[in-house]
Each structure stands twice: as C-alpha cells, then as structure tokens.
C-alpha cells in the first residue's frame, strides 16, 4: 500500500449503534451474540454480491496494520490474525 491516509466524518456512538442494529435486522441476526462480519465480508459482498474482494494479509507484510482498504473500493485487505 501507498501509506495515504484518508478521513472520513465522525459519528455519533449513538448513530453508529443504529446503522448497526439495522444491518442485524436486514441479515435477521438481531438476537445474535456477535456479528459473522468476516462471513458477510467474504461470503456475501464478496462471492455472492461481488462489490468487494476480500484478501488476506500477512502479519509480516503488514506489520502494524490490521487492515487495508483500496481507495477505489475494489479490495479489502485484513491482516490473517484479525
């Protein structure tokens, strides 16, 4: 990765909170204990929808980094432990 950063504007806790309950209820997990976001991610967005590919990073590659995404939109990178 290039290193750039990019920002996005701020939200509420609250307004996060809400977007989250309404992705539960659209995937009818809104009793679940924990979210399958790793499931979604590759089994839905990815293989299914195809509006994002999901790869996997390695922790020596990417040292700190948890994550990467493509400014375009066309990947996500996660590193392998997360």
């Not at 700190?64 to 996500?76: M, N, V």
Request: include cysteine; proline fraction near 5%.
């Amino acid at each position: 990765m290039s290193g750039n950063d990019y920002k996005v504007p701020p939200r509420s806790w609250d307004n996060i909170g809400q977007l989250c309950d309404r992705l539960r209820k659209s995937f009818g997990l809104y009793e679940a204990a924990y979210f399958p976001i790793m499931e979604v991610l590759e089994r839905v967005l990815d293989h299914k929808l195809g509006i994002v590919r999901v790869e996997v990073g390695f922790k020596a590659d990417m040292g700190l980094a948890e994550g990467h995404t493509c400014p375009t939109g066309e990947f996500i990178e996660l590193r392998e432990d997360v």
